[in-house]
């Protein structure tokens, strides 16, 4: 069946450091992939996605990801933390593409210590 | 141009009693999905409709749960009666169709800022 894993509910970085947030899912095709974010008091808003090309995606707020086939593989990344990154992130695949589903992982809450 | 929003944001009701959450998508999208977060899980699937219909209502957990969406406009969301389980953050997502639809395409799902729904 396929699944969405997100490593780390919790991730903790200091101000200015990498930030990493990781996503494996598991499907033998590659699918459609995205990460979104939720601020407090907020609804998830759209960070990034990867649907064909270049693996390497590009998305709001200085954050890209890149799609890695054979690690099955979307992490989060963004060189240097800020302190208004604190927040909720998600990855989640459409696995069927078209209009179908969304699949979450299960969120991991990124801190920022100043 | 107006989001997806939803109403209320915030719901607190006894267990057994009923409650309606309503989702207006953005207006031309004619995909609309439920989703729920029960506290600490992931963010799940309940249905989507297409217009009026409903084309995947996989995910919803039991019969106490009710969507509808008359017209093909906003849609609703009952729950009846509500049991403790039910707590969580309830979204809605909205989508334009995409034609043809199948593995060469996809959809961008806009979400609006959920409901969180307390059942004491």
């Known amino acids: 069946a396929q699944s969405v894993t997100q490593l780390g509910s919790h991730v903790s970085v200091s101000e200015g450091a990498l930030v990493l947030l990781r996503c494996n899912y598991s499907s033998s095709v590659p699918p459609y992939l995205f990460w979104y974010v939720q601020y407090p008091n907020q609804g998830l808003q759209l960070l990034l996605k990867y649907t064909t090309g270049a693996t390497l995606v590009k998305g709001i707020n200085g954050f890209e990801a890149e799609f890695k086939k054979s690690e099955t593989s979307f992490h989060l990344t963004k060189p240097s933390a800020h302190m208004s990154d604190a927040a909720e992130y998600f990855c989640a695949v459409n696995f069927f593409g078209g209009n179908e589903k969304l699949t979450f992982g299960t969120g991991t809450r990124l801190t920022i210590i100043p | 141009e107006a989001g997806v929003t939803q109403f209320p944001s915030h719901s607190v009701i006894e267990k057994g009693q009923t409650v309606t959450l309503r989702c207006d998508p953005i207006?031309?999208?004619?995909?609309l999905y439920w989703y729920r977060r029960v506290m600490g899980k992931e963010i799940k699937f309940l249905l989507h409709f297409v217009k009026e219909s409903k084309q995947d209502e996989s995910g919803m957990p039991n019969n106490r749960f009710l969507a509808e969406r008359t017209g093909g406009t906003y849609s609703t969301l009952k729950v009846q009666p509500a049991e403790l389980e039910d707590s969580g953050v309830y979204f809605c997502?909205?989508?334009?169709?995409?034609?043809?639809?199948?593995?060469?395409?996809?959809?961008?799902?806009?979400f609006g800022p959920g409901t969180r729904l307390t059942v004491l």
């Open positions: 207006s031309g999208h004619d995909n």
């Open positions: 997502a909205s989508s334009q169709d995409i034609y043809p639809s199948g593995r060469l395409s996809y959809n961008e799902q806009f």
